[in-house]
């Protein structure tokens, strides 16, 4: 569904530029073309900077990362957006196929998105993760701006369906941004009996400021305060759990709304909230905290 939303929009938005290019100011074909790509990734480095901004305006604590750093760090953030909302997730069947859950031997793991993408968001650490041992399946929240509560039962069949085709009982349960809320819906509901592990990425689980400019009931539950939120903060997973937590994201803001009691904090710095999907420093961790 968002795989043919993205392609479609970005038709319609490509052709809009090229029109005003060339109807508007009068523009000849091939500077059309520059000005028309020039507009589409101004517009997507003007999303970013407001998330930046808006991190900086309500930032928490964090270590000095220097003005170098920093500079690298919000590019490598840019360059994430585009290929994940430009190159991947608009053709998320040509990258991902079909989930590889041959059994093997390896321990399995679910991988739960975030909001606004799909399940092409995990094409480069999925295969890190198969490299390393692990059999991965994956999963698509849909529809796209419902409230998170509805995403319970595609996560519980997927677990199923997954467990079946590995010959396993239970799974690891990887979830970035609100797929770790998603993951945590679902333990609420159905338990700790088919997962053994809990790894969130970047999770808002005390919300995001951002939220309110989102769109849908999902953007609404993950407001700070919530009434959502707090009605799942009183419910804590009986099993293992591990907290990514990224202290410069620019999405989940305050950025210390990332952790949660009881689970171990592990802190990664320096890295944008997509470009997390992305980073050899989050393998890493990643691949630790599987470990543990």
């Given at each position: 569904?968002?795989?043919?939303?993205?392609?479609?929009?970005?038709?319609?938005?490509?052709?809009?530029?090229?029109?005003?290019?060339?109807?508007?100011?009068?523009?000849?074909?091939?500077?059309?073309?520059?000005?028309?790509?020039?507009?589409?990734?101004?517009q997507?480095?003007?999303i970013i900077?407001?998330?930046?901004?808006?991190?900086?305006?309500?930032?928490?604590?964090?270590?000095?990362?220097?003005?170098?750093?920093?500079?690298?760090?919000?590019?490598?953030?840019?360059?994430?957006?585009?290929?994940?909302?430009?190159?991947?997730?608009?053709?998320?069947r040509?990258?991902?196929?079909?989930?590889?859950?041959?059994?093997?031997?390896?321990?399995?793991?679910l991988?739960i998105?975030?909001?606004?993408?799909?399940?092409?968001?995990?094409?480069?650490?999925?295969?890190?993760?198969?490299a390393?041992?692990?059999?991965?399946?994956?999963?698509?929240?849909?529809?796209?701006?419902?409230?998170?509560?509805?995403?319970?039962?595609?996560i519980?069949?997927?677990?199923?369906?997954?467990?079946?085709?590995?010959?396993?009982?239970?799974?690891?349960?990887?979830?970035?941004?609100?797929?770790?809320?998603?993951?945590?819906?679902?333990?609420?509901?159905?338990?700790?009996?088919?997962?053994?592990?809990?790894?969130?990425?970047?999770?808002?689980?005390?919300?995001?400021?951002?939220?309110?400019?989102?769109?849908?009931?999902?953007?609404?539950?993950?407001?700070?305060?919530?009434?959502?939120?707090?009605?799942?903060?009183?419910?804590?997973?009986?099993?293992?759990?591990?907290?990514?937590?990224?202290?410069?994201?620019?999405?989940?803001?305050?950025?210390?709304?990332?952790?949660?009691?009881?689970?171990?904090?592990?802190?990664?710095?320096?890295?944008?909230?997509?470009?997390?999907?992305?980073?050899?420093?989050?393998?890493?961790?990643?691949?630790?905290?599987?470990?543990?």
């Amino acid at each position: 569904m968002l795989a043919s939303a993205l392609r479609f929009f970005l038709l319609i938005e490509l052709a809009i530029y090229m029109a005003m290019a060339m109807r508007v100011f009068d523009l000849d074909v091939l500077p059309a073309i520059v000005a028309t790509l020039a507009v589409l990734l101004g517009q997507r480095a003007g999303i970013i900077a407001t998330t930046y901004a808006v991190a900086v305006a309500h930032h928490s604590p964090a270590p000095p990362l220097g003005w170098l750093r920093a500079v690298r760090m919000v590019l490598a953030e840019y360059f994430a957006f585009l290929r994940l909302f430009l190159v991947v997730q608009p053709w998320e069947r040509l990258w991902m196929g079909e989930d590889r859950l041959q059994p093997h031997g390896g321990r399995l793991l679910l991988l739960i998105h975030g909001y606004g993408c799909n399940r092409a968001a995990w094409w480069w650490l999925r295969h890190r993760l198969e490299a390393a041992g692990f059999l991965v399946a994956t999963v698509n929240l849909e529809p796209l701006y419902v409230d998170i509560d509805h995403y319970v039962t595609a996560i519980d069949t997927r677990i199923e369906a997954a467990c079946q085709a590995a010959c396993c009982d239970r799974l690891t349960l990887v979830g970035h941004s609100m797929g770790g809320l998603a993951a945590r819906a679902y333990l609420e509901r159905h338990g700790v009996a088919r997962v053994d592990q809990l790894v969130t990425l970047a999770t808002p689980h005390a919300g995001s400021v951002l939220a309110r400019m989102g769109m849908g009931a999902n953007a609404r539950q993950m407001e700070p305060g919530s009434s959502w939120l707090k009605s799942l903060w009183l419910h804590h997973p009986d099993l293992p759990m591990v907290a990514l937590r990224n202290s410069h994201d620019n999405f989940v803001i305050p950025q210390d709304n990332q952790r949660f009691p009881g689970a171990l904090d592990i802190e990664l710095s320096g890295v944008g909230h997509l470009a997390m999907l992305f980073s050899a420093r989050t393998e890493k961790a990643l691949l630790a905290a599987l470990q543990r």
